[in-house]
């Protein structure tokens, strides 16, 4: 079972950035596409980006093109999410999560089954 620790979260001001980072242990991180979540209080967990195995592929959710860039480096075994001109809607815990490069379809919440401890995104307005 991946081992998944997320960190990077923080209090930033809107228009801010941070980068969070991912450390994925427990399964072959090579081989697994890579995706970060939030959860909003009082909403349920939502896809935020997506990531190939290869990273030669990447996806969004509208809320965040052109905003966010996810990235992996598969020597250190982390992904990391790069966000800028953060907003007050921004506000949320973050996860990662992985999948195996073979499993078919669009990457959801849904797919998993156990969580890391996320890390909190705070933006104030």
């Known amino acids: 079972q991946v081992q998944l620790v997320e960190s990077g979260g923080g209090l930033v001001q809107a228009g801010g950035s941070l980068r969070l980072s991912c450390v994925a242990s427990?399964?072959?991180?090579?081989?697994?596409?890579m995706g970060w979540f939030r959860q909003a209080p009082g909403k349920e967990r939502a896809f935020v980006a997506s990531?190939?195995?290869?990273?030669?592929?990447?996806r969004y959710t509208d809320s965040v093109k052109g905003r966010f860039t996810i990235s992996r480096d598969n020597a250190k075994n982390t992904v990391y999410l790069q966000m800028n001109s953060l907003k007050p809607e921004d506000t949320a815990v973050y996860y990662c999560?992985?999948?195996?490069?073979?499993?078919?379809?669009?990457?959801?919440?849904?797919?998993?089954?156990?969580w890391g401890q996320g890390t909190q995104v705070t933006v104030s307005s």
């Open positions: 990531i190939s195995w290869s990273g030669g592929n990447t």
């Open positions: 999560n992985a999948r195996s490069r073979f499993s078919s379809g669009t990457m959801t919440s849904g797919d998993f089954g156990s």
């Open positions: 427990g399964r072959t991180f090579s081989a697994d596409n």
